[in-house]
């Protein structure tokens, strides 16, 4: 059974860079078709797309996001991180990675990761 | 950017009832639409899939219907476990893939 799991720090600074990885297991992240994706939820509030990732590095991001946002992945390790740059208290929310279906017509996302707070305070 | 929208915002119920549960598209998204529950402390778990199929282990009493802008999940009588947040999300026209705001299903 695929398994994704979210890690990275808990706590970054206002202006600083906010980088996570996730782990996937039960599976190999670069079987096709699949998108690799990031989805955050600030608390109390409802989803928001961040970006997603092919298994060969093509990436689509937020337009809102784009300039601050990178995601890469990492085949050898079996997994993809995201780095969003610049950070403001705004940016604070529950980060989930999730895998989305590559075929056309079939990018919903399934699983998610249990999903990591991070909060942006000084 | 599609905006997807969802009413009601609370949907208050009692056990063994019915909800109907709606999500609206700015533009037509044919059948890419999918409904997610999220269960407070949990991550969101796909329900349905291309509008009406149901994913892994999903219950019947779940169903969803429509296509174009107007979408319908209808949970058939609920159980205690399906008081949540339930959201759709397009995928459709991307990027990016957009969700709506959510309907939160509690107990009357």
């Known amino acids: 059974q695929l398994q994704l799991q979210e890690s990275g720090p808990g706590l970054v600074k206002p202006s600083e860079t906010l980088s996570l990885t996730c782990t996937v297991s039960?599976?190999?992240?670069?079987?096709?078709?699949?998108?690799w994706g990031w989805v955050r939820q600030p608390p109390g509030k409802g989803l928001e797309w961040i970006g997603s990732?092919?298994?060969?590095?093509?990436?689509y991001h937020s337009s809102s996001l784009k300039s601050r946002v990178t995601i890469s992945v990492d085949t050898s390790k079996n997994q993809f991180s995201l780095k969003l740059s610049s950070v403001t208290v705004a940016d604070t929310a529950l980060y989930y990675c999730?895998?989305?279906?590559?075929?056309?017509?079939?990018?919903?996302?399934?699983?998610w990761g249990q999903g990591t707070l991070v909060t942006v305070s000084s | 950017e599609i905006v997807m929208t969802q009413s009601p915002a609370t949907l208050s119920v009692s056990p063994g009832e019915r909800a109907t549960l709606s999500c609206r598209a700015s533009?037509?998204?044919?059948?890419?639409l999918a409904w997610y529950q999220q269960k407070p402390g949990q991550a969101p778990r796909l329900l349905i899939f291309?509008?009406?199929t149901r994913a892994t282990a999903i219950p019947a009493r779940f169903s969803g219907s429509g296509s174009g802008t107007e979408f319908t999940l209808t949970i058939s009588s609920l159980q205690s476990e399906d008081f949540a947040v339930y959201y759709c999300?397009?995928?459709?026209?991307?990027?990016?893939?957009?969700f709506g705001p959510g309907t939160k299903v509690d107990i009357k």
């Open positions: 999300q397009q995928y459709n026209n991307w990027p990016p893939f957009t």
């Open positions: 990732i092919y298994y060969s590095g093509s990436t």
């Open positions: 039960g599976g190999s992240i670069s079987s096709s078709p699949y998108y």
């Open positions: 999730a895998r989305q279906p590559a075929s056309p017509g079939f990018h919903w996302f399934d699983p």
């Open positions: 291309g509008a009406s």
């Open positions: 533009q037509s998204v044919s059948s890419d």
